[in-house]
């Protein structure tokens, strides 16, 4: 009688042997990806970790700026965060605490008192959990605003501008006369030494556009968020430059691809922000990863950059053939998970040794002294508030700052353009005020009207 089990073995064996021999023989790609995933989870890592400490010190230093800043607030007119001033004339985001508000949107995922009901620090700043308030007249209308992050620190004359910040000069002044669809509008920020672009990991120069969309219109991989009655979702992207690929920008056969011209591609055009994803982290932490294998490339040519050519030279002439994407995907993914988990177990380890040996960690220890000073900040800006509106005035370390820079030629020549109105001369002798305190505690002279403060500076 014919049974059907010997078959079977046969059947089995060979498939064994087939897997077997095709384990074999991919052994040296599986190995090579492994490692390369290895080494990318690593640089992963390294970059969050740095990340993360920046961040904790970038915050502290946004709070300091924003403190700074307020006495050049008058009483009674609009204050200093939500006036344009130079070199843009719009308004700079500052605060990571309420730039939300600046933007006219409201968030309730956080606290309204800083560090209540312990909210993360990074949770003031995600921009995927913002609503606008749309009842009545405003529902259904569209609604577009604009952040342009600078890749400058310094943006007190044309001096210390880019390319990039020079086209965006431009780009205000070619939507002054041609509005933006839907009158959108602009505020712009410093990217480096920003908490903001620290949690949004990006980088300047770039544009972050926000806009109301229905969650339905969501894509599926995006996070859904409940309807709030009265309130649209907002959806926050960020285009960064320069643009490489045409289908992300509107441009005419023929145009030059200038700093301008794609400013303009992108702000003009009605709809080719839906060109570009929705921000999520996962998405910018792939971009700057992305760019830091390329600079790991170019600064070590000879090692980590052949790899990466023998990487790239697989996946367009085997990979792709072959239809083999995904499989290395998983074993890079299985490499990077494992490096980052490791060095993630170092830094647990780290932790239990010097608490078993009775020490405190050094980081836990700088971390928590950080957040309580940003803290005590918040409370002593809102203080300083109520002290400005009372009339009283105390010293303040932007005494030095102000006399450094009104001591050069420049920052004569803004002395005067301050007095050109009553509430920049106003604004003035609130600092002239701060300065002369600081004279006086230090037993230096001060002329009583202190209408030229280089006569009197150091």
């Given at each position: 009688m014919w049974s059907p089990f010997p078959l079977v073995r046969v059947l089995n064996r060979w498939t064994r042997i087939f897997i077997w021999r095709g384990f074999i023989v991919t052994l040296p790609l599986t190995l090579f990806y492994l490692v390369l995933g290895g080494i990318v989870g690593l640089l992963l890592a390294d970059y969050e970790t740095r990340l993360y400490f920046a961040s904790l010190r970038h915050?502290?230093?946004?709070?300091?700026?924003?403190?700074?800043?307020?006495?050049?607030?008058?009483?009674?007119?609009?204050?200093?965060?939500?006036?344009?001033?130079?070199?843009?004339?719009?308004?700079?985001?500052?605060?990571?605490?309420?730039?939300?508000?600046?933007?006219?949107?409201?968030?309730?995922?956080?606290?309204?008192?800083?560090?209540?009901?312990?909210?993360?620090?990074?949770?003031?700043?995600?921009?995927?959990?913002?609503y606008r308030r749309t009842d009545g007249e405003d529902e259904g209308a569209c609604w577009h605003h604009w952040i342009y992050a600078s890749g400058q620190s310094l943006h007190f004359d044309e001096l210390f501008w880019d390319p990039w910040d020079s086209a965006f000069?431009?780009?205000?002044?070619?939507?002054?006369?041609?509005?933006?669809?839907?009158?959108?509008?602009?505020?712009?920020?410093?990217?480096?030494?920003?908490?903001?672009?620290?949690?949004?990991?990006?980088?300047?120069?770039?544009?972050?556009?926000?806009?109301?969309?229905?969650?339905?219109?969501?894509?599926?991989?995006?996070?859904?968020?409940?309807?709030?009655?009265?309130?649209?979702?907002?959806?926050?992207?960020?285009i960064e430059f320069p643009i490489i690929y045409d289908d992300e920008m509107t441009l005419a056969p023929g145009v030059f691809p200038t700093p301008f011209n794609q400013m303009k591609s992108i702000t003009s055009d009605p709809y080719i922000w839906q060109a570009h994803v929705p921000w999520s982290a996962e998405f910018q932490a792939n971009v700057r990863l992305d760019e830091i294998i390329q600079q790991k490339s170019r600064q070590y040519p000879r090692t980590f950059g052949r790899v990466k050519k023998l990487d790239s030279w697989l996946l367009h002439n085997v990979f792709r053939h072959w239809s083999l994407?995904?499989?290395?995907?998983?074993?890079?993914?299985?490499?990077?998970?494992?490096?980052?988990?490791?060095w993630r177990g170092i830094e647990v380890l780290g932790d239990l040794?010097?608490?078993?040996?009775?020490?405190?960690?050094?980081?836990?220890?700088?971390?928590?002294?950080?957040?309580?000073?940003?803290?005590?900040?918040?409370?002593?800006?809102?203080?300083m508030g109520e002290r400005k509106v009372m009339g009283e005035r105390e010293p303040n370390f932007i005494a030095q700052m102000v006399r450094d820079f009104f001591d050069t030629e420049k920052g004569s020549l803004y002395e005067k353009k301050f007095g050109y109105s009553p509430e920049g001369q106003q604004a003035l002798n609130n600092v002239l005020d701060i300065v002369r305190n600081e004279a006086k505690e230090r037993g230096e002279g001060w002329a009583a009207d202190g209408e030229n403060i280089r006569a009197q500076a150091m």
């Open positions: 915050v502290q230093e946004n709070f300091e700026s924003a403190q700074q800043l307020d006495w050049f607030s008058v009483p009674g007119a609009p204050g200093i965060h939500d006036l344009g001033v130079a070199p843009f004339w719009i308004p700079q985001l500052r605060d990571p605490t309420n730039w939300w508000t600046k933007l006219g949107l409201e968030r309730f995922d956080v606290s309204p008192v800083l560090g209540g009901n312990d909210t993360p620090l990074n949770q003031f700043a995600l921009p995927n959990s913002l000069n431009q780009l205000l002044q070619y939507h002054y006369a041609n509005p933006a669809p839907c009158n959108a509008s602009f505020h712009y920020l410093t990217s480096p030494g920003s908490f903001l672009c620290d949690i949004w990991k990006t980088r300047g120069p770039a544009l972050i556009h926000f806009t109301t969309e229905k969650v339905d219109l969501w894509p599926d991989n995006q996070k859904k968020r409940e309807a709030v009655a009265g309130y649209t979702p907002v959806t926050a992207r960020v994407e995904i499989p290395r995907s998983i074993v890079m993914s299985v490499g990077m998970l494992t490096s980052a988990f490791t040794i010097t608490a078993f040996l009775g020490t405190e960690d050094a980081k836990k220890r700088d971390l928590d002294a950080l957040l309580e000073e940003v803290r005590l900040l918040e409370e002593e800006r809102e203080a």
